[in-house]
């Protein structure tokens, strides 16, 4: 027996996943990385921080064509660390909803999946050259 739903349609974020990930155009990796973000900020209400407090939300926003210009492998660990916090986030996030949806507190579970998130994409937007580095 599952211990969460695996409806994901919540404010949607599962249909941005969706359209991210069948999404063969160019723009697919910008599309991935927006629905990341709308998927952290919904996890940030849940645990009850501030989303953006920590990261610069203009490299936040610019991030998808800074990695794309810089490219090489710097663009390739970008890509599969979007894929792996997808990975993580779709499970993570269906499973704080089905928490609250019984009315139990999923703050501290939200926290701990919110820590994750964002040292992962602190990480993976410290792969963007800055003005004084090469």
């Given amino acids: 027996m599952n211990a969460y739903s695996s409806d994901f349609h919540v404010a ?3 249909p ?3 359209a991210a990930i069948s999404d063969g155009v160019q723009n697919a990796f910008g ?3 927006a629905a990341l973000e709308e998927a952290g900020m919904a996890v940030a209400v849940m645990a009850g921080v501030e989303a953006h407090a920590a990261a610069d939300t203009s490299v936040l ?3 998808p064509s800074l990695i794309e210009k810089t490219g090489g492998w710097k ?3 970008a890509r599969n660390g979007v894929a792996d916090l997808s990975a993580f986030m779709q499970p993570g ?3 704080l909803l089905a ?3 019984r009315g139990q507190d999923a ?3 939200a926290r701990a999946l919110w820590q994750e998130f964002s040292k992962a994409r602190d990480a993976l937007l410290g792969l963007v050259p800055t003005a004084d580095q090469p």
Wanted: hydrophobic content about 60%.
């Fill in 16 to 18: 941005a996943f969706d």
């Fill in 99 to 101: 928490v609250n949806a």
């Fill in 12 to 14: 949607g974020i599962q």
């Fill in 93 to 95: 996030l269906a499973a």
């Fill in 107 to 109: 703050q501290p579970a």
């Fill in 31 to 33: 599309q991935q990385w």
């Fill in 75 to 77: 663009m390739e660990l």
């Fill in 61 to 63: 926003r610019a991030f």
